[in-house]
């Protein structure tokens, strides 16, 4: 009993170290090029401002003049980093970060189907540390992690688990792009009413959490906030991986209005019904985080950290060669390789347009790829799919 114990020690420490190696040369990299994680000091400046009666929404910090855009309900959970100093926030979202990284490693792949060990999660969590999602999620202090982390683990408990929806409707509550999943769970069927009623219910109690104790700042979000996109910035920079983006940067118009919204509206109506029609749940969870990436107005490259759930579906599929590419893509930072200084988004020559907008293609492609699974095979009624096609290397 002591010789296993002592084995599973150093089993255990070895497989620390590569995590360790890779957290440690990114905090070097953090320091030597004075990366001030924004993002968590607008964060501090809104538990700031919820703490002492400061204006939430009309307050700009950092030299980027950065603004509040998350519900109220977000500015409570950020209260206590209102007592922190700066260097100590910085450690306490790099830490945080880190094992929320290795949080999402495990529940993909339990989404997988595939539970790996303590070793494969380490190494997994060391090298997905560097696709540029996760590292910008680090670099700007962000939350993303934390917001993948609720909604995977809600959605891969067990169906009829007590409170399953819970952590969605927070997620939703405080960022809202995740309430796209309570559609997903009323069009999956299969008794998940209850669970989108729960999802529902915990988001309405996150709006009236921030309403009670924030009265004010609730009514200028919910009343005016909430639809100024602007606040969060501008669409058509290459940051902007969204249809949006595309769209904008393709046009060259900084407002493209109805010259985005329709074909957004399409991609949202075809990404939930193709995520309806999935027999795979796996499948189906991807799809609709994918497409709520798609059809946000504003999907920063860092709100993609759903790519560690995706390769590790790939890879649990047996798409060894289509994981590769995924993560490629997600390693190569070709938006950031083209000129995008000032305006010059807004002046991408078409050959570099798909350089400008990697994740949005790759998202179109899986949704792409997904229809085509879908469509029913020569010959047979509509609704009826092939059943050669193997349920566990395809979309089902």
Same mark, same amino acid.
């Given at each position: 009993?002591?010789?296993?114990?002592?084995?599973?020690?150093?089993?255990?420490?070895?497989?620390?170290?590569?995590?360790?190696?890779?957290?440690?040369?990114?905090?070097?990299?953090?320091?030597?090029?004075?990366?001030?994680?924004?993002?968590?000091?607008?964060?501090?400046?809104?538990?700031?401002?919820?703490?002492?009666?400061?204006?939430?929404?009309?307050?700009?910090?950092?030299?980027?003049?950065?603004?509040?855009?998350?519900?109220?309900?977000?500015?409570?959970?950020?209260?206590?980093?209102?007592?922190?100093?700066?260097?100590?926030?910085?450690?306490?979202?790099?830490?945080?970060?880190?094992?929320?990284?290795?949080?999402?490693?495990?529940?993909?792949?339990?989404?997988?189907?595939?539970?790996?060990? /303590?070793?494969?999660?380490?190494?997994?969590?060391?090298?997905?540390?560097?696709?540029?999602?996760?590292?910008?999620?680090?670099?700007?202090?962000?939350?993303?992690?934390?917001?993948?982390?609720?909604?995977?683990?809600?959605?891969?408990?067990?169906?009829?688990?007590?409170?399953?929806?819970?952590?969605?409707?927070?997620?939703?509550?405080?960022?809202?792009?995740?309430?796209?999943?309570?559609?997903?769970?009323?069009?999956?069927?299969?008794?998940?009413?209850?669970?989108?009623?729960?999802?529902?219910?915990?988001?309405?109690?996150?709006?009236?959490?921030?309403?009670?104790? /924030?009265?004010?700042?609730?009514? @200028?979000?919910?009343?005016?906030?909430?639809?100024?996109?602007?606040?969060?910035?501008?669409?058509?920079?290459?940051?902007?991986?969204?249809?949006?983006?595309?769209?904008?940067?393709?046009?060259?118009?900084?407002?493209?209005?109805?010259?985005?919204? /329709?074909?957004?509206?399409?991609?949202?109506?075809?990404?939930?019904?193709?995520?309806?029609?999935?027999? @795979?749940?796996?499948?189906?969870? /991807?799809?609709?985080?994918?497409?709520?990436?798609?059809?946000?107005?504003?999907?920063?490259?860092?709100?993609?950290?759903?790519?560690?759930?995706?390769?590790?579906?790939?890879?649990?599929?047996?798409?060894?060669?289509?994981?590769?590419?995924? &993560?490629?893509?997600?390693?190569?930072?070709?938006?950031?390789?083209?000129?995008?200084?000032?305006?010059?988004?807004?002046?991408?020559?078409?050959?570099?347009?798909?350089?400008?907008?990697?994740?949005?293609?790759?998202?179109? &492609?899986?949704?792409?790829?997904?229809?085509?699974?879908?469509?029913?095979?020569?010959?047979?009624?509509?609704?009826?799919?092939?059943?050669?096609?193997?349920?566990?290397?395809?979309?089902?």
């Amino acid at each position: 009993m002591l010789e296993r114990t002592v084995a599973f020690r150093s089993r255990a420490a070895t497989a620390l170290v590569l995590p360790a190696l890779s957290f440690t040369a990114l905090v070097v990299l953090c320091v030597v090029r004075r990366f001030d994680l924004s993002d968590a000091l607008v964060y501090q400046a809104e538990g700031r401002a919820a703490l002492h009666g400061g204006d939430l929404y009309g307050t700009a910090v950092t030299e980027w003049h950065l603004w509040a855009t998350y519900p109220p309900f977000a500015a409570l959970l950020f209260v206590p980093t209102a007592w922190l100093s700066a260097p100590v926030l910085k450690a306490v979202f790099l830490a945080g970060n880190a094992l929320l990284l290795a949080c999402l490693v495990r529940l993909s792949t339990r989404l997988a189907g595939r539970p790996a060990g /303590l070793p494969a999660v380490c190494a997994a969590t060391a090298l997905a540390l560097w696709l540029e999602p996760v590292f910008q999620t680090f670099v700007y202090g962000q939350v993303n992690l934390a917001v993948a982390c609720l909604v995977l683990w809600d959605l891969t408990r067990p169906p009829g688990a007590r409170a399953r929806g819970a952590a969605l409707g927070v997620a939703a509550g405080i960022k809202l792009t995740p309430a796209l999943f309570v559609v997903h769970l009323l069009l999956r069927g299969r008794g998940r009413g209850r669970e989108a009623a729960t999802a529902t219910a915990a988001f309405a109690a996150t709006v009236a959490a921030g309403a009670a104790v /924030l009265p004010a700042a609730s009514v @200028d979000f919910w009343t005016g906030r909430l639809f100024e996109t602007g606040r969060v910035g501008k669409p058509y920079i290459v940051d902007n991986q969204s249809v949006q983006g595309v769209v904008a940067r393709a046009l060259r118009d900084a407002a493209p209005g109805p010259a985005w919204v /329709l074909p957004s509206l399409a991609v949202a109506a075809a990404g939930l019904w193709l995520a309806r029609r999935a027999r @795979d749940e796996r499948w189906a969870v /991807l799809l609709t985080a994918v497409t709520a990436l798609l059809v946000s107005p504003i999907s920063w490259s860092h709100h993609w950290v759903w790519c560690v759930p995706l390769i590790a579906v790939l890879l649990a599929a047996g798409h060894r060669r289509w994981a590769a590419l995924t &993560a490629l893509v997600f390693t190569a930072r070709t938006m950031w390789m083209i000129p995008h200084d000032g305006d010059l988004d807004l002046r991408v020559p078409w050959w570099q347009q798909p350089l400008a907008a990697p994740y949005t293609l790759l998202g179109l &492609a899986l949704l792409a790829v997904a229809a085509r699974r879908l469509r029913p095979a020569a010959g047979r009624p509509p609704g009826q799919l092939s059943a050669r096609i193997s349920s566990a290397s395809t979309i089902r």
